[in-house]
């Protein structure tokens, strides 16, 4: 099972609903739908279907709606960064930058349990590349945080308000 599958599975089950409202949104039954998340014999998700969750996820804010996304990017050397959204450039960058700091100590204690035999399992690397993608999530939290903040300053300081 890949990395991208992973994503799309988190998103649908973290889903407000699960699966089942997930599967109602797309007009399949939910029995299908968890079917193609499972990889069962048979059963294929499809690329439309995946990004159709991610975009469902990303609309309710889901954590979990860009994992995939992260996991394709990564699978090809790349980094997904989000175009700016509305975002309260008075929001708290500090609590941002914590949970950040929070995912990237669950990697780094995620590796540290897996390497400690010098052996890594499947379930291991799932666990580590799941926790990579809430890393990242969170990273770009920050960033679209941060970008807020500067378009706020860059809006100040072309009416003429100067710095604070």
């Not at 949104?25 to 159709?52: F, I, N, Q, V, W």
Request: charged residues 25%.
């Amino acid at each position: 099972m890949s990395s991208l599958i992973d994503g799309v599975r988190r998103a649908a089950r973290n889903y407000p609903g699960g699966v089942d409202a997930v599967a109602l949104r797309l007009g399949k039954s939910p029995s299908t739908l968890e079917k193609e998340l499972r990889g069962a014999p048979g059963y294929k998700l499809g690329y439309e279907d995946a990004h159709d969750i991610m975009l469902l996820c990303r609309d309710v804010g889901s954590e979990h709606g860009l994992d995939a996304l992260n996991a394709q990017a990564d699978s090809l050397g790349a980094v997904v960064t989000l175009l700016p959204e509305s975002v309260d450039p008075g929001s708290c960058t500090g609590a941002f930058v914590a949970k950040l700091m929070r995912e990237f100590s669950d990697v780094i204690a995620s590796l540290g349990e897996s390497l400690s035999d010098g052996v890594i399992t499947p379930n291991e690397m799932r666990k580590i590349e799941g926790q990579w993608a809430e890393m990242i999530a969170a990273g770009q939290t920050v960033l679209r945080n941060l970008k807020a903040r500067m378009r706020a300053a860059m809006a100040r300081w072309s009416n003429g308000g100067g710095a604070e």
